[in-house]
Each structure stands twice: as C-alpha cells, then as structure tokens.
C-alpha cells in the first residue's frame, strides 16, 4: 500500500524559509518521481517542482530560484526548501507520486499525501 505523508508545513513571515518534507511508503521508491504540488483557494492545483527517479529537478515559474528540492532514497524522502517566501506561497502543499517517468501534470500522479498548509503573512 503507498502512502506519502507531508510534515514541516506552518505559519511563516514573508521573506521566510520553510522545509517540507514528503515521506513514502511505497515498493521501489528510487525509481519513483515525486512531485510538490499547491493549491490556493480559489485556484488550479500547480506543480512547485518535481524530482525524477534520477534526480533531474523542475521547478514551477512562480518558485524557481527559490526554492529546491532533494530526495534521499535511503530513507525514502524528498524534500522542498522553500526560501524568501511571499504572501502568494499561501496554499496547501501536496506530496504526489508516479511510476512512469517525470512530468509536471498533477493529473499525472497516482498517489497523494494529504496536504500540508503554508501560510506567509505579510
């Protein structure tokens, strides 16, 4: 059975950092993409960024630059260091999960963490 779960989600300032964290618990996690994914209210699911089972990244336009994402698969984690965050970071972070190659398409991913929320106050 696959679960992902986000932990490190929580009230910051603007120009704050946070680490959110995914774990897994699923069979062959080195070969497996994960994906961060947020949604605001009101707004479309988007990707933040992905990292493939060979640890090529992508990062959504809205973040790159600042944030990063690394995974460690001996304890079957990945990572998101968000920096410098702004007011429009607000939304829930999800954790997502696929087998079959990178992509940045959220309806590509078969497996979802239950969210972890970001609030950056201004």
């Known amino acids: 059975q696959v679960q992902l779960v986000e932990s490190g989600g929580g009230l910051v300032q603007a120009g704050g950092s946070l680490r959110l964290s995914c774990a897994a618990s699923?069979?062959?996690?080195?070969?497996?993409?994960i994906g961060w994914f947020r949604q605001a209210p009101g707004k479309e699911r988007e990707i933040v960024a992905r990292?493939?089972?060979?640890?090529?990244?992508y990062y959504g336009d809205s973040v790159k630059g600042r944030c990063t994402i690394s995974r460690d698969n001996a304890k079957n984690t990945v990572d998101l260091q968000m920096n410098s965050l702004k007011p429009e970071d607000t939304a829930v972070y999800y954790c997502?999960?696929?087998?079959?190659?990178?992509?940045?398409?959220?309806?590509?991913?078969?497996?979802w963490g239950q969210g972890t929320q970001v609030t950056v106050s201004s």
């Open positions: 997502a999960a696929r087998y079959s190659g990178a992509s940045y398409v959220s309806h590509d991913y078969n497996y």
């Open positions: 699923m069979p062959t996690f080195s070969r497996v993409t």
């Open positions: 990292i493939s089972w060979s640890g090529t990244t």
